[in-house]
């Protein structure tokens, strides 16, 4: 598998794992996570196929480091892979840090009573 391929699959696997055994924040299970995550699709397709486009690349990828399936607009599927971690890892954190946030303000509130 090319290197570029392998590291974006990881780059998923790892993040579903880390919600799944660490994190669990069951952020994956609601609907407002799918929808903000059709918002970043939404403006992921059109500036990476511009910045990725074969016509005229701003970014160029090694074709040996990818499995070359680029679609659409000539995006190669690692781009959404990777993109999906990021925007997964980020939100992740933000829940897991709030959770942690609201328990520590009920023991706080618990110690006072």
Known sequence: MPEYTALAVLSVVLVLAAERWWLRTGLLREPQ??????????????????????????????DAQTIGVRVPWDIPVED??????????????WVSARRREQRRAETAREGRG
């Not at 999906?84 to 890892?89: A, G, I, N, P």
Request: glycine share 6%.
């Open 33 to 62: 996570y799918w929808v903000a995550m059709g918002i970043v699709l939404a403006f992921q397709v059109p500036v990476d196929g511009w910045l990725t486009k074969l016509s005229a690349p701003i970014v160029l990828y090694d």
């Open 80 to 93: 959404f892979l990777f993109g999906f971690s990021m925007v997964t890892t980020a939100l992740l954190c």
